[in-house]
């Protein structure tokens, strides 16, 4: 199934990693709602003058704070390939410690370190 950030010239790095096997499914079984969805995250990314590391940070920011660790994964990973410093990725759980909480920080942090591990070991 083609989707929409694999078209050349569009997308968020060079790189991009392999869908996760619940997005495969789900575009499967409604591949125009995935198509939609590509085309508003694509036109979201782009309505503005910040790059693509920074967007991805902002995504990664957001994620911490919603405490859900597959977006954090999935947006670590994106700001790497988008040349974010690792550095920058683990000062976003730090600075979020205040607002979501130790627990949350600590968690993120991790998920983070994973993610840094696992794009930096190829």
Not at 15 to 33: D, G, I, Y
Not at 42 to 70: H, M, N, Q, T, Y
Not at 83 to 102: C, E, K, M, N, S
């Amino acid at each position: 199934m083609k989707h929409l950030l694999d078209t050349p010239g569009i997308g968020i790095a060079p790189r991009v990693a392999a869908r996760p096997k619940s997005w495969t499914r789900l575009a499967e079984e409604f591949p125009s709602l995935t198509k939609a969805y590509d085309a508003l995250s694509d036109v979201c990314r782009r309505s503005g003058p910040l790059d693509e590391s920074i967007v991805a940070l902002i995504k990664l920011a957001i994620s911490v704070g919603l405490r859900s660790e597959r977006t954090t994964h999935a947006h670590a990973k994106k700001a790497l390939r988008a040349g974010a410093d690792p550095a920058a990725l683990r000062q976003i759980a730090i600075v979020g410690l205040p607002t979501v909480g130790l627990p949350a920080a600590l968690d993120a942090l991790r998920w983070i370190d994973e993610s840094i591990r696992e794009e930096t070991s190829d």
